[in-house]
């Protein structure tokens, strides 16, 4: 019996609708690929990604409200697994590849240059196909910018509105990611949530202090002091390998 080949699902970005159908008359010449959606805004993008999961993504860098940066951002560990950044502006390509992005398509391009960059995803798509993907870093969009931080790095992260703060050593980062997204990436066995707005590393975690109001303090190696709450608190002592003498 003849085997179903399976196609690379692919994703395209970009706020121009030529374009758009450029990427997606060049694609479409090769059987190897399906294309899943094409979306013209960083916002459609996010949705369409995290519900359609394609391995292969073409994000245009330079969209109104969300532009390709933001999308990574806000996507954290679900990245497809290759991204290919396509653009006007070459002063973008630099941040582009420190961002995550496997290749770099500067408008116009010739089909030459975009069977490589497509050459190249296909490789790297082959290659992750058996090799589930850890979180190792977050990016991070500042003013200009995206920069990353090591998941080893973190001592503790906090809620701050629509955001979580980042605390590395005496740096804090400030990252769009919501503390439910963060605590569901995050490593269980190193990570543990101790308050509704608070997730610790556990290797930082020094002692757990009992105050004077009978609610338990987290005391850690740089001297920060987080209040644990109830709630986890008996999943914190289950992971520092405590038992819980409180009888409550």
């Given at each position: ?159 701050a509105d629509y955001y979580a703060c980042l605390h590395t050593g005496p740096r804090t980062h400030l990252v769009r990611r919501s503390m439910s997204e963060l605590e569901q990436e995050l490593d ?61």
């Amino acid at each position: 019996m003849e085997s179903v080949q399976i196609k690379i699902r692919t994703l395209i970005v970009d706020d121009e609708p030529l374009a758009r159908s450029n990427l997606s008359v060049l694609l479409r010449r090769d059987p190897e690929i399906e294309i899943v959606g094409e979306c013209g805004s960083g916002a459609d993008a996010l949705t369409e990604i995290r519900r359609a999961l394609p391995q292969l993504v073409f994000l245009d860098v330079q969209m109104p409200e969300c532009d390709g940066f933001d999308v990574l951002e806000r996507l954290g560990n679900n990245l497809p697994a290759a991204i290919v950044f396509v653009t006007a502006y070459d002063q973008y390509a630099l941040r582009a590849f420190e961002a995550g992005a496997l290749d770099y398509l500067l408008k116009p391009f010739d089909n030459a240059r975009f069977d490589r960059a497509l050459s190249r995803a296909k490789q790297k798509i082959l290659r992750d196909k058996d090799s589930p993907r850890k979180l190792e870093r977050l990016a991070v969009k500042s003013v200009g910018q995206v920069s990353f931080v090591k998941i080893s790095e973190i001592d503790w992260i906090e809620a701050a509105d629509y955001y979580a703060c980042l605390h590395t050593g005496p740096r804090t980062h400030l990252v769009r990611r919501s503390m439910s997204e963060l605590e569901q990436e995050l490593d269980p066995a190193v990570f543990c949530r101790v308050h509704r707005s608070t997730i610790v590393n556990l290797s930082r975690v020094r002692s757990l202090q009992l105050g004077a109001d009978g609610e338990y303090e987290v005391l850690l190696e740089n001297g920060s002091s987080l209040r644990l709450s109830r709630r986890y608190r008996k999943r914190l002592q289950s992971s520092l390998g405590l038992r819980d003498s409180s009888g409550s």
